[in-house]
């Protein structure tokens, strides 16, 4: 199983990005997906998460309109549209998978067995 983030770069404060997730060697729409973020000297926090049908998703309140995750099972991929962004945005954004998440679990990293490698996002004010 391997996740591959991609998207990220260096955006005006208010710009926007899109991060993917896509998988490699195995079939997404089998696995909920979780992106998390990570700040210098601060804990990996979540971000945002979707349920293997897509029906449930779930937003951190820090992000909460202003980020949508959405995922495409037919292009094998989880996408992070990201508006309004903020300087307390940046971070590199890691995105996982687990075939047993559910909505009431998302939030919780230590509940994803399978990790991408991160995508660097830094928001310039």
């Known amino acids: 199983v391997q996740l591959q983030a991609s998207g990220g770069g260096l955006v005006q404060v208010g710009g926007s990005l899109r991060l993917s997730c896509a998988a490699s060697?195995?079939?997404?729409?089998?696995?909920?997906i979780g992106w998390f973020r990570q700040a210098p000297g601060k804990e990996r926090e979540f971000v945002a998460g979707?349920?293997?049908?897509?029906?449930?998703?779930l937003h951190a309140d820090s992000v909460k309109g202003r980020f949508t995750i959405s995922r495409d099972n037919a292009k094998n991929t989880v996408y992070l549209q990201m508006n309004s962004l903020k300087p307390e945005d940046t971070a590199v954004y890691y995105c996982?998978?687990?075939?047993?998440?559910?909505?009431?679990?998302?939030?919780?990293?230590?509940?994803?067995?399978?990790w991408g490698q991160g995508t660097q996002v830094t928001v310039s004010s």
């Open positions: 979707i349920t293997r049908s897509g029906g449930g998703r």
């Open positions: 996982a998978a687990d075939p047993r998440i559910i909505t009431s679990s998302m939030s919780r990293s230590g509940e994803y067995d399978y």
């Open positions: 060697g195995f079939t997404l729409d089998n696995y909920a």
